[in-house]
């Protein structure tokens, strides 16, 4: 019993560190929960070699029950509330490095002169096993993901959106596979013995329980999900969302800028604004809208004509683009008139921007005396955390024409 309150323990510690690195992902954005998941991956393979415990129903280790089942629901937590993209980005990281500490590992077998040290000696060949372990789980732990992924989804559906079943169905299934999948490779390198393959299978679906228990309670009552339902998710779905959604975004950033300016198209920022709508938790950086629109257009382009209107819109978003900061979004809205989008950005810097682009429109046509050109320009700035954007956007719209109509 005492040693089963002690798994507990080492599982509450696990989830409430890494829950809280998760939370803290708008604040100071995901890498800080990423960082700590590849940290504790050498442990808990380590652990998973050589350090088991015996209870009665078998021997387990801590790294496989408490660290990797936790991990393994952690990802499937970070997909919950993030996207299969932000979900594979660790795990390739993990691979790289795995394959990179077992080539360095091969080239230290090299040097032919190694010094004595008192009461120390290099064990390269445990770091070989290590190796070879922290490979292949990293290898069943994309299998895993991708699996439980699918299996969550489908739960889900069927019972109704109820998370809690869900996952501790879901869990159960997978954590069983990996079991037996990764015994076979840690007998063969370490000698583990077979009481270990049952024991600890029993201690995971114990640790698939339990943790499900608190990420239900964490979606519940820390970062609840929204009640819309997800589209239906097939295998090639999710594994083109983990291996190739390079080829995707590729087609989506040439096909959501406007020909005409290269600034973005009108779709890119309805996309960026139905994104952000949909989002269930709020981001607590401010947001400043800029509307910014061309002065007396429609009089430059019938005393001149549409190529002269073109040339016009072609400077004046060019200058916009310049202008902005790294990070801002320029788009055309339609017709003479673009959006700024500026995320953490205060009104006080959206107004000083605002009046850089005026300047830097009127700069750009400076060397044509016959044809000046202005833009009046709408500021408005969301509250840190304020979840609603069309708000927003109307006054800005609004402030644009205020400053149209005051010359």
């Known amino acids: 019993m005492a040693g089963v309150l002690l798994l507990s323990l080492q599982a509450l510690l696990y989830f409430g560190v890494m829950a809280a690195l998760l939370r803290a992902r708008h604040a100071y954005g995901v890498g800080l929960f990423v960082c700590a998941l590849g940290v504790m991956h050498f442990l808990e393979t380590y652990l998973a070699a050589v350090f088991f415990i015996e209870l009665p129903f078998g021997l387990l280790s801590p790294g496989s029950t408490v660290l990797f089942s936790g991990k393994l629901m952690m990802f499937l937590l970070l997909y919950i509330r993030e996207d299969a993209e932000t979900v594979r980005q660790p795990i390739y990281g993990l691979m790289v490095g795995n394959l990179l500490l077992a080539a360095l590992a091969l080239l230290l077998r090299q040097h032919e002169h190694l010094a004595p040290l008192p009461g120390y000696k290099a064990d390269l060949r445990f770091i070989d096993q290590i190796g070879v372990l922290m490979i292949w789980g990293t290898v069943l732990l994309f299998v895993d993901i991708i699996a439980l992924i699918l299996l969550y989804e489908r739960l889900l559906r069927a019972f109704r959106r109820h998370a809690l079943p869900a996952l501790m169905l879901s869990s159960a299934l997978v954590l069983t596979f990996d079991q037996f999948a990764f015994?076979?490779?840690?007998?063969?390198?370490?000698?583990?013995?077979?009481?270990?393959?049952?024991?600890?299978?029993?201690?995971?679906?114990?640790?698939?329980?339990?943790?499900?228990?608190?990420?239900?309670?964490?979606?519940?009552?820390?970062?609840?999900?929204?009640?819309?339902?997800?589209?239906?998710?097939?295998?090639?779905?999710?594994?083109?969302?983990?291996?190739?959604?390079?080829?995707?975004?590729?087609?989506?950033?040439?096909?959501?800028?406007?020909?005409?300016?290269?600034?973005?198209?009108?779709?890119?920022?309805?996309?960026?604004?139905?994104?952000?709508?949909?989002?269930?938790?709020?981001?607590?950086?401010?947001?400043?809208?800029?509307?910014?629109?061309?002065?007396?257009?429609?009089?430059?382009?019938?005393?001149?004509?549409?190529?002269?209107?073109?040339?016009?819109?072609?400077?004046?978003?060019?200058?916009?683009?310049?202008?902005?900061?790294?990070?801002?979004?320029?788009?055309?809205?339609?017709?003479?008139?673009?959006?700024?989008?500026?995320?953490?950005?205060?009104?006080?810097?959206?107004?000083?921007?605002?009046?850089?682009?005026?300047?830097?429109?009127?700069?750009?046509?400076?060397?044509?005396?016959?044809?000046?050109?202005?833009?009046?320009?709408?500021?408005?700035?969301?509250?840190?955390?304020?979840?609603?954007?069309?708000?927003?956007?109307?006054?800005?719209?609004?402030?644009?024409?205020?400053?149209?109509?005051?010359?």
């Open 183 to 407: 015994f076979p490779m840690l007998h063969w390198t370490t000698g583990t013995p077979f009481s270990a393959l049952t024991g600890g299978w029993a201690a995971k679906m114990g640790a698939a329980a339990l943790y499900s228990l608190l990420i239900a309670a964490y979606l519940a009552l820390i970062e609840p999900v929204a009640d819309a339902p997800r589209a239906r998710r097939r295998i090639w779905d999710v594994f083109d969302a983990l291996t190739y959604r390079t080829r995707y975004e590729d087609l989506l950033a040439t096909s959501a800028v406007d020909t005409l300016t290269g600034a973005g198209a009108r779709s890119a920022f309805e996309d960026w604004r139905r994104r952000r709508m949909e989002r269930s938790s709020v981001d607590p950086r401010a947001v400043s809208v800029l509307m910014a629109d061309v002065d007396h257009f429609k009089d430059a382009n019938d005393r001149h004509g549409h190529q002269t209107g073109d040339d016009i819109l072609i400077a004046v978003a060019r200058a916009l683009m310049d202008g902005v900061r790294e990070g801002d979004r320029v788009y055309r809205y339609g017709g003479e008139e673009f959006v700024i989008l500026c995320e953490g950005l205060d009104d006080d810097g959206a107004l000083r921007l605002a009046e850089r682009l005026r300047t830097a429109v009127a700069a750009a046509f400076d060397s044509e005396p016959d044809r000046r050109v202005t833009i009046s320009v709408g500021v408005a700035t969301s509250l840190p955390g304020a979840g609603e954007i069309d708000r927003t956007l109307r006054a800005a719209d609004d402030r644009l024409y205020a400053a149209k109509r005051a010359g």
